[in-house]
């Protein structure tokens, strides 16, 4: 049974960091795309981070050069790394593991190719 648990979400101030963490089960990690999204209310969910199953990064333009995804095969953990945080960087943020198939493991930062995700960790930044 796959299940993916998000942890280290928090409040912050602007300028701080923090360092989200995404244990995944009942699947192989590098067998798969694996990305960050969030979602404010009333907005739809959007794509922050990816990797896929070669190491490979994409990310959103807002949060080029200040977040930084990674993964540890070995314990099957997916990980976001966010520096500068801003106000408008809160959001529930989810992990999300792309659905199977041929294009399991490439890069995709659509929310219509992923089929599992976390319960999502609040991350809420003040001015």
């Known amino acids: 049974q796959v299940q993916l648990v998000e942890s280290g979400g928090g409040s912050v101030q602007t300028g701080g960091s923090l360092r989200l963490s995404c244990a995944a089960s009942?699947?192989?990690?590098?067998?798969?795309?694996m990305a960050w999204f969030r979602q404010t209310p009333g907005k739809q969910r959007e794509g922050v981070a990816a990797?896929?199953?070669?190491?490979?990064?994409g990310y959103a333009a807002s949060v080029k050069g200040r977040f930084t995804i990674s993964k540890d095969n070995a314990n099957n953990t997916l990980y976001l790394q966010m520096n500068s945080l801003q106000p408008e960087d809160t959001a529930m943020y989810y992990c999300?593991?792309?659905?199977?198939?041929?294009?399991?493991?490439?890069?995709?930062?659509?929310?219509?190719?992923?089929?599992?995700w976390g319960q999502g960790t609040q991350v809420t930044v003040s001015s």
């Open positions: 009942g699947y192989t990690v590098s067998h798969y795309c």
């Open positions: 999300a593991r792309r659905g199977g198939g041929w294009f399991a493991a490439s890069l995709s930062l659509s929310r219509r190719d992923f089929d599992y």
């Open positions: 990797i896929d199953g070669f190491g490979r990064t």
